[in-house]
């Protein structure tokens, strides 16, 4: 094992499966290995064909909310009254709607995480634990990540198995999308701007990404919320210059948590959200992606209002969710609340953010739940059914740290991109996967969180 940790760092780095370090997150003169297993995980076939099979249902329900300014008004009206950052979203939405929206051309790029719920009688399902609308990451480090998982496998003497490892290649799907956008935007001399965070510890996740649309020939630059600010401005028709170049399509790997936004960062966004260009996402699809909306498509109903006419569609998706309840209030509300304050352990309780690391569990969960039971601020929160995947063992490699065995969990990634022209969906479809594992001792956290590491599916 020792050996095979040797070598599989090593072509790690060879990889390129790399971050910047926690020391100098702004430098590339120092840089790790992403932290990843020694092994690749079992997952089962079944499940991994049926999550590769329901994305491009996703991708258009994630479109269709998107679309329905009376669903996310209704949908997200208690929590306006009491999460400032969606609520500032939400004004962004609706003055943008009220204006007239500029933009023609839409990309969507998510991600579907779900785990694999073990039943009392030791049989799997497949349960999705949110859908990720905005900056969904590690699609270019996964991409490299299974030839890692390839090499142990041999030197483990493990060739057959070595063999069955599925190719992989997110950043090219996601790099495709892009490039649809920017070319059904229709000027050749328009960039990409990746619209980036002041820290940027994850840039050859972006770069593998970035370089795919270099290899296309489309212009990619690297802009903060604070350049936009700045430097952006729009002409009379709404086209968005950044330094004097126009800006086809703005992807954004930034802009999901409050800390992001200043005053500056919050008129920023705003003069994207009014332009012209491509925005991924949209502000809309940001707002479709909150756990409040996905608390409300699991109600009867409600599938089958925003995807009339696909009862095949509305079966797959809802076959994939978990228990999800309001804490809004009314009897409902304090129902649900009661039962998880008197048996915490059943639940996980959900705010509106992205990122990881934010859920909360057991004791921690009892406690804001019993602080915040009689006031607005629950209508903030989900709670959800905890799903309970059966454990594996395996390494975790981190730079710095002891090998030794550990418990592990695995929350399976689809990512889904589409390009809507007006009405019509030019793209719709599934572009790659990501494996993520991390120790039971965990509750909550991803990679970019320092608790999670990259994975490679062995299917069985």
């Known amino acids: 094992v020792r050996d095979a940790a040797a070598v599989a760092v090593d072509a790690a780095l060879l990889a390129g499966v790399l971050m910047r370090t926690g020391e100098q997150p702004l430098s590339s003169d120092v840089v790790n290995y992403a932290p990843f297993t020694l092994l690749p995980s079992a997952v089962p076939a079944a499940l991994f064909e049926q999550a590769y099979a329901v994305q491009q249902d996703f991708n258009l329900l994630v479109d269709a909310i998107s679309q329905n ?35 023609t051309v839409f990309l969507g790029i998510n991600r579907s995480d779900y785990m694999f719920d073990c039943g009392l009688d030791g049989t799997t399902a497949l349960k999705q634990i949110e859908i990720n609308t905005i900056a969904a990451s590690f699609g270019g480090l996964t991409s490299r990540t299974a030839d890692v998982h390839r090499l142990v496998l041999k030197v483990l003497g493990k060739t057959k198995e070595a063999s069955q490892l599925l190719p992989n290649n997110p950043s090219k799907g996601l790099a495709l999308g892009i490039a649809k956008a920017w070319e059904l935007y229709g000027s050749q001399s328009a960039v990409v701007m990746f619209l980036v965070e002041e820290i940027q510890r994850n840039i050859f996740d972006q770069r593998c990404v970035e370089n795919e649309l270099w290899n296309r020939n489309i212009r990619v ?84 209002k925003l995807l009339p006419g696909c009862p095949e569609a509305v079966a ?3 076959a994939t969710f978990a228990g999800l309840y309001s804490l809004d209030e009314g009897e409902e509300g304090d129902k649900i609340a009661a039962t998880a304050i008197a048996d915490p352990e059943r639940f996980v309780l959900k705010p509106q953010r992205e990122g990881g690391g934010n859920n909360l569990y057991g004791e921690e969960l009892r406690q804001v739940l019993e602080k915040i039971k009689d006031s607005p601020e629950r209508t903030s929160y989900i709670l959800m059914d905890k799903i309970k995947p059966q454990p ?46 991390k120790a039971t001792q965990h509750a909550d956290g991803g990679v970019a969180a320092g608790v999670a590491v990259l994975d490679t599916p062995y299917v069985v």
């Open 316 to 318: 797959r998706i809802r």
């Open 221 to 304: 630059i690297r802009r903060r919320f604070r350049d936009v600010f700045e430097k952006g401005s729009l002409d009379g028709s709404r086209r968005l210059y950044i330094d004097g170049q126009e800006v086809a399509v703005v992807y954004y790997r930034e802009g999901y948590v409050p800390q992001t936004y200043d005053q500056q960062g919050w008129e920023a966004r705003l003069l994207l959200e009014r332009s012209r260009a491509v925005k991924c996402p949209d502000i809309a699809t940001q707002l479709a992606g909150t756990k409040k909306v996905q608390q409300e498509l699991s109600r009867p109903g409600t599938l089958e």
């Open 392 to 437: 594996a063992l395996n390494y975790l490699l981190r730079a710095h740290s002891p090998l030794e065995v550990s418990e592990c969990i695995s929350e399976l990634g689809i990512f889904g991109v589409y390009v809507r022209q007006g009405q019509k969906m030019v793209v719709n479809k599934a572009a790659g996967h990501l494996l993520r594992t």
């Open 69 to 103: 300014k009376e669903f996310l008004e209704q949908t997200l009206a208690s929590t306006i009254k009491v999460d400032d950052f969606t609520a500032r979203l939400f004004r962004i939405h609706k003055q943008v709607l009220e204006e007239g929206l500029a933009q």
